[in-house]
């Protein structure tokens, strides 16, 4: 059986080494090194090749990759490389690891046409002033073999463990049983459609209910799917820590071993210290990490669970940075549990490894209706006018006249508006242009001055480039608008922003890399509007899993006579008063109440502590830590009594299991619906624009899904039983009792 390996892998593999570097160097973007590369091919004489495809084989590998071009008339092999400033910043260590991939290149290529020597090239191109720097030698064939196969030699063993790894883990998957006794009431039939949607190649949207076992529901079947269909990886994402771990335990439970298992966490969690720059004159974990990976690595594959807590140990044992340890790591794992940006951001490292590598990947999105909100956030982009007022106060001398542009065209947008908020058809070009200059100056500032970053500068340009290349892919599923800081006058400042309403553009591409993406949730009603947003095939299958649940388990009771709108709010506290403090007599137990704001819940919890105080009351807070948000969940004993109010959509309301008598009822007293602003009146309009259904699109919809996931709280397993009242005349309406779950019986 053959390894297959890219020749950039191979060289990064065998021949990095020195200090982890991260000090700030303004690199040329990707869109930039793609255009130098053309640059430099567009001044080559005619014959000139470009994008040479190339490949060999050594034992068990063979070695594939595009070299840079190739001149015939000079017998001269290229490799181009991009950079900003001084040539001499370029590190030694990437010098060295540049040279190792044009020599593997420059074999390859005498292999395929037959040569005894070539000229070999490094090609240092400018971004900024566009001249060229050409390093060349010249090298026997013979030379070059033995670089080449002296290359793969370092690698063979770790290709052999990687080939010996997959045969058995593959064997391992294959006879994988189910933990369990028997699969819980919808489960197997969740399981069965993720099996399907793997072996013929197609997306799926799964709504199941919570309580039914959706993690382990739809890991078990990818897994098994994993070696027929060819698996390199699979990942799991989250949107929140709760979701990793519930993939962390489920996959104990499958006990998969050798399946090798990572979990990626954000670099401010992983950072051991952060009080330190990341680069080997400042950080202890930094200084010749590349020397200490080979070792790491080693003992991190052997290990093979590599949770947060594993792989720390390991980083640590041989001191490295748990966080770039972890990146490399994703490379040789075959399931990562992480967040969506991992994957779905502009940025994400999963992606860019599937793609350099050519990977077979499928993934699975837990709690798949938060990726329309994460996604919509991941491509927009602000800018603060109270940021670049106070950086132009401190900046360099150089940096003045771009920055001092950049104020006064935007100090004219705000002249023009009398209005505290607008919406635009685009951006607007003359600011745009200001942006890029200014981005361009500070590129060459940092670039002379490499030591001389400070915060605000660094914040304020990489929010600059953002919200350049957002505007460069600005269109019909994004808006620009501008809303005015509090003050009057010509002298009032504003925030600009790029906001992304519709993902689809974004995220389609990344669902077409897979070969399949399970997106389930308890609450993907309507399909459409998931469907439309994030941009997955109009065949894609959807599946509604059978419930568990009856509706004898949960009494589902509408109080219509209430109105919760901002309005009639006042006049509402005590109407719930008494119909909380009614079901608590009826029924004591612990309740959850849901509110649509902060105030709203304090003014409820205020009149019903004064009224009731016997019945114990406890209140989430407006910034709540991990251990406050805790002590709120443990006053959900067993056998307790009390209400908890919370907001809805706030962190109690989706991802917290508390089973059995923990959790009896709830009290829903909003329709969910967002806030009612100038931003969200222009996305109902956009939406009504695009699908035909902006309220809906707007309002409706994500307000009902926050409803839904909250009253899930309360039946967790097909013993519990409990109740569910539901504040508000809307919730009479058919059009809303439409979108609840079909198993409710919902009583007026």
Same mark, same amino acid.
């Given at each position: 059986m053959a390894y297959?390996?890219?020749?950039?892998?191979?060289?990064? !593999?065998?021949?990095? %080494?020195? *200090?982890? *570097?991260l000090r700030f160097t303004p690199a040329p973007t990707?869109?930039? %090194?793609?255009?130098? @590369?053309?640059?430099?091919?567009?001044?080559?004489?005619?014959?000139?090749?470009?994008?040479?495809?190339?490949?060999?084989?050594?034992?068990?590998?063979?070695?594939?990759?595009?070299?840079?071009?190739?001149?015939?008339?000079?017998?001269?092999? =290229? =490799?181009?490389?991009?950079?900003?400033g001084d040539l001499q910043r370029v590190p030694e260590n990437?010098?060295?690891?540049?040279?190792?991939?044009?020599?593997?290149?420059?074999?390859?290529?005498?292999?395929?046409?037959?040569?005894?020597?070539?000229?070999?090239?490094?090609?240092?191109? *400018?971004?900024?002033?566009?001249?060229?720097?050409?390093?060349? $030698?010249?090298?026997?064939?013979?030379?070059?073999?033995? !670089?080449?196969?002296?290359?793969?030699? @370092?690698?063979?063993?770790?290709?052999?463990?990687?080939?010996?790894?997959?045969?058995?883990?593959?064997?391992?998957? =294959?006879?994988?049983?189910?933990?369990?006794?028997?699969f819980r009431h919808g489960q197997r039939q969740l399981a069965e459609a993720v099996y399907k949607a793997a072996s013929t190649g197609c997306c799926l949207m799964a709504q199941a209910p919570t309580g039914i076992g959706k993690t382990l529901g739809t890991l078990f079947p990818l897994l098994k799917a994993a070696p027929r269909q060819g698996l390199d990886k699979i990942f799991f994402l989250a949107a929140k820590t709760p979701g990793r771990q519930l993939a962390l335990d489920?996959?104990?439970?499958?006990?998969?071993?050798?399946?090798?298992?990572? $979990?990626?966490?954000?670099?401010?969690?992983?950072? =051991?210290?952060?009080?330190?720059?990341?680069?080997?004159?400042?950080?202890?974990?930094?200084?010749?990490?590349?020397?200490?990976?080979?070792?790491?690595?080693?003992?991190?594959?052997?290990?093979?669970?590599?949770?947060?807590?594993?792989?720390?140990?390991?980083?640590?044992? @041989?001191? #490295?940075?748990?966080?770039?340890?972890a990146q490399e790591m994703a490379r040789w794992s075959?399931?990562?549990?992480?967040?969506?940006?991992?994957?779905?951001?502009?940025?994400?490292?999963?992606?860019?490894?599937?793609?350099?590598?050519?990977?077979?990947?499928?993934?699975?999105?837990?709690?798949?209706?938060?990726?329309?909100?994460?996604?919509?956030?991941?491509?927009?982009? $602000?800018?603060?006018?109270?940021?670049?007022?106070?950086?132009?106060?401190?900046?360099?001398?150089?940096?003045k006249k771009p920055l001092e542009r950049v104020g006064r065209h935007w100090s004219e947008l705000n002249r023009d508006q009398?209005?505290?908020?607008?919406?635009?058809?685009?951006?607007?070009?003359?600011?745009? @242009?200001?942006?890029?200059?200014?981005?361009?100056?500070?590129?060459?500032?940092?670039?002379?001055?490499?030591?001389?970053?400070?915060?605000?500068?660094? *914040?304020?340009?990489?929010?600059?480039?953002?919200f350049g290349r957002m505007a460069e892919l600005f269109d019909s599923h994004s808006l620009f608008d501008i809303s005015k800081r509090p003050g009057r006058g010509s002298g009032s400042l504003s925030r600009l922003c790029l906001r992304n309403l519709v993902p689809a553009p974004f995220?389609?591409?990344?669902?077409?890399?897979?070969?399949?993406?399970?997106? !389930?949730?308890?609450? #993907?009603?309507?399909?459409?509007?998931?469907?439309?947003?994030?941009?997955?095939?109009?065949?894609?299958?959807?599946l509604e899993v059978d419930s568990p649940f009856s509706a004898e388990q949960l009494h589902v009771r509408v109080c219509a006579e209430v109105s919760t709108r901002y309005q009639h709010r006042a006049a509402s506290l005590a109407p719930i008063s008494r119909l909380m403090a009614r079901q608590f007599e009826e029924r004591p137990g612990n309740y959850l109440a849901f509110f649509s704001s902060y105030d709203y819940l304090q003014q409820a919890a205020g009149l019903f502590a004064r009224e009731h105080p016997h019945v114990p009351v406890w209140l989430q807070g407006r910034q709540m830590d991990e251990a406050e948000r805790q002590a709120f969940i443990e006053r959900f004993a067993a056998d307790g009594q009390g209400i908890g109010f919370a907001v809805l959509g706030g962190a109690f309301g989706e991802g917290i299991d508390l089973p059995g008598d923990r959790?009896?009822?709830?009290?829903?007293?909003?329709?969910?619906?967002?806030?009612?602003?100038?931003?969200? $009146?222009?996305?109902?309009?956009?939406m009504a624009r695009l699908f035909g259904a902006g309220y809906d699109y707007a309002y409706l919809y994500p307000g009902l899904q926050k409803v839904v996931q909250a009253a899930g709280r309360v039946i967790r397993t097909p013993s519990d039983r409990g109740v569910v009242h539901l504040i508000d005349d809307r919730f009479a309406q058919p059009q809303v009792q439409r979108l609840l779950p079909s198993w409710w019986a919902v009583e007026k």
């Open positions: 297959t390996v890219a020749v950039r892998a191979l060289c990064e !593999f065998t021949a990095k %080494g020195g *200090d982890l *570097d990707a869109q930039e %090194g793609i255009a130098g @590369h053309a640059l430099v091919a567009s001044r080559r004489g005619e014959g000139y090749q470009s994008e040479v495809a190339l490949s060999g084989e050594f034992g068990p590998l063979r070695v594939r990759g595009r070299a840079d071009g190739y001149d015939p008339a000079r017998n001269r092999l =290229e =490799e181009v490389k991009t950079y900003r990437h010098r060295h690891l540049h040279w190792a991939q044009v020599k593997v290149y420059g074999w390859l290529l005498c292999q395929q046409l037959g040569l005894d020597e070539i000229e070999l090239a490094l090609v240092y191109l *400018d971004i900024g002033s566009q001249q060229e720097t050409l390093l060349c $030698e010249r090298h026997a064939a013979a030379d070059l073999r033995q !670089f080449f196969e002296e290359q793969c030699r @370092h690698f063979i063993a770790w290709a052999e463990q990687e080939l010996a790894h997959g045969t058995a883990r593959n064997a391992r998957l =294959e006879a994988l049983a189910f933990p369990h006794g028997a489920a996959l104990r439970q499958l006990a998969a071993e050798p399946l090798r298992v990572l $979990e990626l966490v954000a670099r401010d969690k992983a950072c =051991e210290h952060p009080e330190n720059a990341c680069h080997g004159d400042s950080c202890p974990l930094a200084k010749g990490f590349y020397d200490r990976l080979p070792a790491a690595r080693k003992a991190a594959a052997e290990h093979g669970w590599l949770d947060r807590q594993a792989l720390r140990d390991v980083a640590l044992a @041989h001191q #490295l940075c748990p966080y770039y340890l075959d399931l990562v549990v992480g967040d969506y940006n991992y994957y779905f951001d502009s940025s994400a490292l999963l992606h860019g490894l599937t793609s350099a590598n050519q990977w077979r990947v499928a993934v699975l999105v837990d709690e798949a209706h938060n990726l329309v909100e994460r996604a919509r956030r991941m491509y927009s982009a $602000e800018l603060d006018q109270l940021g670049l007022k106070s950086l132009r106060k401190s900046a360099p001398s150089a940096l009398a209005e505290d908020y607008r919406a635009y058809d685009a951006p607007p070009q003359k600011l745009l @242009h200001a942006l890029q200059g200014a981005v361009t100056a500070i590129t060459d500032y940092l670039a002379d001055n490499p030591t001389a970053l400070d915060a605000a500068l660094q *914040d304020f340009y990489f929010e600059a480039m953002q995220l389609g591409p990344r669902f077409a890399a897979s070969r399949s993406t399970v997106l !389930f949730s308890a609450t #993907l009603t309507p399909r459409h509007y998931y469907s439309d947003l994030l941009g997955l095939a109009p065949n894609t299958p959807w959790l009896i009822g709830a009290f829903i007293a909003t329709l969910g619906l967002p806030q009612l602003n100038p931003v969200n $009146e222009q996305l109902r309009q956009r």
